[in-house]
């Protein structure tokens, strides 16, 4: 009976041997580097979220002290006043920058108007500014001393009305970019049928086009939601003694001191974040159910009446756009607004050759490029081990998570989880705290969850027999990865670094709590200037960061096309 037992078992352990034996060395540098991905990921965004949990319970001494910080928050009428007013706000700006994006993505998908790039170009401006420039270019053309003040009567553009313009001009390139997708995957057999009906404009947009695209608008809604509640360079500048949470963080952690409310705060902003994620991944998944593998892309068709319409409301926008980031310029070069409107390179030359200000804008190129190069590596490895790599299967999805969870966390919430995390006295990576070294992995965190989105895109499109074919001749799977799925993905790889280059410079909320005298950045220093009321200087450092990043994102555009036809000669091939 035990030869017998002994000889049923055999197969068994022969076959875990040969598993083992398996095992090759490519596949366990696989294994470790995902590891220490999720390491990374737990260490640099778990743990400074949990320590504001647990500080959230803690007295200054450290001892347990229950909800008792959030009961004197609560308590506290004008700090219980600023949820009821970041959400006021928020909802504001999703009602007035939603619509606005639609019928803007609207006229640029469905219409056959000229000029559709320059329309896109000019509305993805915000994106290339700091959110402190919209706070500033409203003050000069609406504040006290503004050159359309008369037009308010006897209102003033400080506290809320402010703060919901300049939100608008922020998040309105994010709600388009995600509407413009949700009507790119418009089917036009649709319409096709619709036409063939007799079936009018009007009812055709609402039966068609607003039902297919519902899901866009609705994760268009909780991105500008989620930005508007965590955002902090507007509220800053422009807010006056309107208050909302993401001020409050900054008070109650710089102006007092006071940690413990600090991270009651911190939570308060984190929830309507999840909530909004959460809305938005259910979204997601509903959307991928919608799209068939028959569906027809749709074309538009000339409209003489429709195209001068669509025009006409794209022309107004890019000047309401322009406006903005154009008395920001013009600003920059005045002496003294509005006492002495002579135009003066000094703002320029202030910002440039001042020691501070010109250390603070080389930090901010140091912290683009060091975060474009590794991030860029950090994201486009991380996707490619979660979707290509084998064994360790529970991990995968655990760093999928991990990398989707940086969405949903504030940047005011993760730079403070990084004050109480790694500035702890007994953290062994307390020298981190205070270098440019915490400000790139921070940036990197924050910005992770898109860049993730778009590797995994791109990895999703390339087949899977790579890497069956390469095992099967075991080729290690980082010669693949370096010389097939690096080459293919190059779009999205320039695409990512792009991405964090331009994020990189125009970031606040995230670094606000972690740069030091000798990593102060471009958009600290805007903050600090417009506080001293030094508006010109401001708006120099500003617009520089502006133009910075237009040009970067041009010579993006002529290195990315050169390099491109270059090594994805490929694409272009066609069977004869």
């Known amino acids: 009976m035990t030869m017998q037992a002994s000889s049923k078992l055999n197969p068994v352990l022969l076959t875990s041997t040969r598993r083992s034996l398996k095992l090759s060395g490519g596949d366990i540098l696989a294994r470790v580097l995902l590891v220490a991905v999720a390491g990374g990921l737990a260490l640099f965004l778990l743990a400074p979220l949990a320590t504001i949990l647990l500080r959230g319970v803690l007295d200054n001494n450290g001892n347990f002290v229950g909800l008792m910080h959030f009961r004197d928050y609560l308590a506290t009428p004008s700090l219980k006043r600023s949820i009821v007013n970041s959400c006021g706000v928020a909802f504001a700006v999703v009602f007035i920058s939603v619509p606005m994006a639609f019928f803007f993505a609207y006229a640029i998908n469905r219409s056959c108007m ?126 006056g003694n309107f208050s909302v949470l993401s001020v409050d963080v900054f008070k109650q952690v710089v102006g007092q001191q006071n940690f413990g409310r600090g991270a009651v705060v911190g939570v308060l902003l984190l929830l309507p974040s999840i909530l909004s994620f959460a809305i938005d991944s259910l979204v997601r998944r509903k959307l991928q159910a919608q799209l068939s593998a028959r569906s027809v892309p749709y074309k538009p068709k ?32 005045i002496k003294l607004w509005p006492y002495n409107l002579e135009l003066t390179w000094r703002h ?59 969405m949903a966390v504030p940047g005011l919430v993760l730079g403070l989880g990084y004050i109480m995390f790694f500035n702890h006295p007994d953290n062994p990576l307390k020298f981190l705290y205070a270098s440019m070294s915490i400000l790139v992995f921070s940036t990197i965190i924050h910005y992770y969850t898109s860049s993730h989105l778009t590797a995994v895109s ?18 290690p799977f980082y010669k693949t990865f370096l010389r097939v799925t690096v080459p293919v ?5 320039l695409d990512i670094a792009r991405y964090y280059f331009v994020v990189s410079m125009a970031t606040l909320s995230c670094v606000v709590f972690l740069y ?61």
């Open 114 to 239: 000229r000029f559709k790039g320059s329309f896109k170009f000019i509305a993805l401006l915000p994106l290339l500014a700091p959110s402190l420039l919209s706070a500033i270019a409203f003050i000069q053309w609406f504040g006290n001393q503004g050159v359309l003040k008369p037009l308010l009567g006897g209102a003033s553009i400080y506290g809320a009305p402010g703060i919901i313009l300049a939100e608008v001009y922020n998040t309105f390139p994010h709600a388009m970019m995600i509407i413009t997708t949700a009507l790119s995957l418009a089917d036009a057999r649709l319409y096709e049928a619709a036409d063939s009906m007799g079936t009018g404009t009007l009812r055709r947009f609402f039966t068609i086009t607003l039902p297919s695209c519902k899901y866009g608008l609705i994760s268009a809604a909780t991105v500008v939601f989620t930005y508007v509640i965590s955002d902090f360079g507007a509220p800053k500048v422009i807010g």
């Open 302 to 333: 000339p409209q003489r009446a429709f195209d001068r319409w669509m025009t006409v409301y794209c022309v107004l926008v890019s000047i309401l756009l322009l406006s903005v980031v154009g008395m920001a310029i013009f600003s920059s070069f």
């Open 348 to 406: 320029y030359q202030y910002a440039l050759l001042d020691g501070d200000l010109s250390a603070a804008y080389t930090n901010s190129l140091k912290l683009g490029f060091l975060t474009a190069v590794f991030g860029t590596t950090a994201a486009f490895t991380g996707a490619y081990l979660t979707e290509k790599s084998r064994g360790l299967g529970s991990l995968r999805p655990l760093v999928h998570l991990m990398a989707m969870l940086s």
């Open 458 to 475: 791109a990895l999703k499109a390339l087949d899977n027999e790579f890497e069956a074919v390469a095992a099967s001749l075991k080729i």
């Open 489 to 493: 993905c190059l779009p999205a790889l």
């Open 516 to 576: 030091s005298p000798d990593t102060i950045l471009s958009s600290v220093a805007i903050m600090n200037l417009d506080e001293a009321g030094d508006i010109g200087p401001a708006a120099a450092l500003a617009s520089l960061t502006v133009v910075t990043s237009a040009l970067v994102c041009l010579l993006y555009g002529w290195f990315s096309k050169a390099l491109i036809n270059k090594t994805q000669a490929w694409r272009t091939c066609t069977m004869h």
